[in-house]
């Protein structure tokens, strides 16, 4: 006897009328061709993390004003003095961070952005450098993605401005960020400060 129908017997013998050969011209398993629809659980989980991100971020996915694509980008909050924008557009804070979104699609820029800049706020940071690329043409997908940063960074409270990069650093392809310093720092300042003086 050969040895495959050996196995073949012997297999059957041990599953019983469990198993059954498979009819010819039925040599396919049948599978559901229409997906089971998500269960109650399934559904409550995913509106609850669509309704968290939508509540957390902030940051408007509008249509925005594409920015002329060889310009450099500023912004300075009222209050902020002048040095202070200065100062960051000649490089003079080290960037404590950085964020890379290149070549990403516009929804992932909003969401890494906005994550970013909380997280960077959650550790006292000051200094933030945008890598988003630079596009040749105004319509370009590095211009739309930086215009988009432009208008976003304006919509946090906490940054007080923001520069195009010096060439070292990206240049018009990139952004320096200057965060608001908080409370927490302020206090370790003012015990800095005290200690100095006592």
Known sequence: MNRCLEQDLDFRSLMGDEVRPLSKGHDKADVETTPRSPSEAQLARRASAEEDASTSNFLSDEFVDLLPEHDPIEFRRNGIQTGVLERLRQGGYA?????????????TCRSELFTF???????????LLIVHGRGKAVDSHANVVRSYVAKWLSQ?????????AQPAHG???ATYVM????????????????KRRG
């Open 179 to 194: 965060l608001r310093k908080s409370e927490r720092a302020r206090a370790r300042n003012r015990e800095r400060q005290q």
């Open 117 to 127: 800049i909380q997280d960077a706020i959650a550790h006292d940071l000051r200094c």
């Open 171 to 173: 240049g018009i392809g």
């Open 156 to 164: 946090f409270e906490e940054v007080q401005a923001y520069s195009s």
């Open 95 to 107: 960037p404590e961070a950085r964020l890379h979104l290149l070549k990403q699609p516009v929804r």
